[in-house]
């Protein structure tokens, strides 16, 4: 057999081991560059995630702190209507209540200042009445009915009403409630 020399054209079985040796390793060398790029990827990508995941958490907790800040103030807000449509109540009733006081007010000072003569007559007109009265009536109060739209229905006051019924000046009236609207049979 022939040994390869450099002179017949064929490299020295050495020389192509050395080149196998060499090209292998430089192969090691790019995959290891390529597995390193793989890694840095793959730990670029964790890192991403969980960065994206920590403001995730931070952006849920404060959606949460916002929708409860929203029910507390809307809570607050249900609670002050509440109190101002108390408020407005209470000043419409205070109002009412004074000038219908007012009025009594003034009614008994006309009735002090009444002359013997006209407290006579009052008296004498009203006596009458009273004779001929022997039956009682009464009125059933509806929805939407007033104290005022009652009186006004019977031909008496509203202070003749509540006088007659016993009722102090700031009591409301209830649906089916039984009022006294007078004490004879006359209308």
């Given at each position: 057999m022939a040994e390869n020399t450099p002179d017949n054209g064929k490299k020295p079985v050495e020389e192509t081991i050395n080149e196998l040796r060499y090209n292998l390793g430089a192969g090691i060398i790019k995959s290891d560059k390529s597995f390193r790029y793989?890694?840095?990827?793959?730990?670029?990508?964790?890192?991403?995630?969980?960065?994206?995941?920590?403001q995730q958490c931070s952006l849920s907790q404060r959606f949460n702190e916002m929708t409860t800040n929203l029910t507390d103030l809307e809570r607050r807000i249900g609670g002050l209507e509440k109190q101002q449509a108390d408020l407005q109540g209470k000043t419409a009733n205070s109002?009412?209540?004074?000038?219908?006081?007012?009025?009594?007010?003034?009614?008994?000072?006309?009735?002090k200042r009444m002359t013997p003569s006209q407290a006579d007559k009052k008296a004498t007109t009203e006596s009458p009445k009273q004779s001929k009265a022997v039956k009682k009536r009464y009125h059933e109060v509806k929805k939407g009915e007033t104290l005022y739209r009652i009186a006004k229905q019977y031909g008496i006051t509203v202070d003749e009403l509540r006088r007659l019924n016993k009722l102090p000046p700031n009591q409301p009236i209830e649906i089916g409630q039984k009022l006294l609207v007078s004490k004879g049979g006359s209308r």
């Open positions: 793989i890694i840095g990827l793959l730990v670029l990508t964790i890192l991403l995630i969980a960065f994206i995941g920590v109002v009412i209540v004074n000038e219908v006081e007012t009025l009594a007010s003034k009614v008994s000072e006309l009735e």
